[in-house]
């Protein structure tokens, strides 16, 4: 059973997004996704600045079996991203909801509202047991 971790909240393509300020959130994939995409080979990173769109591409995720698109949760302004994983993307599978996040996005708009449009834990849990 792949671990959801409570509090944050969760898309359908297997990220999570964690509120870390007032308007500000991190974003990295899940547990679920990490098992099913296998080792972690590269992680393609947004550029610092970028403009986000909601559930749009954000960069990619390689491993050993396939290349994946990651996308923002949420709508923003990419203001740090995770360089760890450039010298470490098995980051990733090691630490998926801690040293294995992906970007930091400051949210256009109120954040309440940005994040209620996402999962709960509970309801990203009964997705994934769907999944499996």
């Known amino acids: 059973m792949s671990e959801v ?3 944050l909240r969760y898309t359908e ?3 999570w997004a964690e509120k870390i300020g007032a308007t ?3 974003i ?3 547990d679920f996704a990490q098992h099913q995409l296998g080792d972690i080979v590269f992680v393609e990173l947004p550029k ?3 403009k986000l769109e909601a559930h749009a591409p954000m960069g990619t995720i390689e491993s050993v079996k396939t290349v994946s698109d990651l996308f923002s949760p949420v709508a923003g302004t990419v203001t740090k991203v995770n360089e760890a994983l450039l010298d470490s993307p098995e980051l990733v599978n ?3 909801y801690g040293a ?3 970007v930091e996005v400051e949210i256009d708009g109120e954040i309440a509202q940005a994040l209620e449009g ?3 834990a509970e309801a990203y849990g009964d997705f994934v047991a769907s999944q499996d």
């Open 118 to 120: 996402l999962l709960t």
């Open 48 to 50: 610092l600045g970028a």
């Open 100 to 102: 294995g996040w992906i």
């Open 24 to 26: 500000s959130v991190r």
């Open 13 to 15: 393509e297997h990220e």
């Open 28 to 30: 990295g994939i899940t």
């Open 5 to 7: 971790k409570a509090g």
């Open 94 to 96: 090691s630490e998926p």
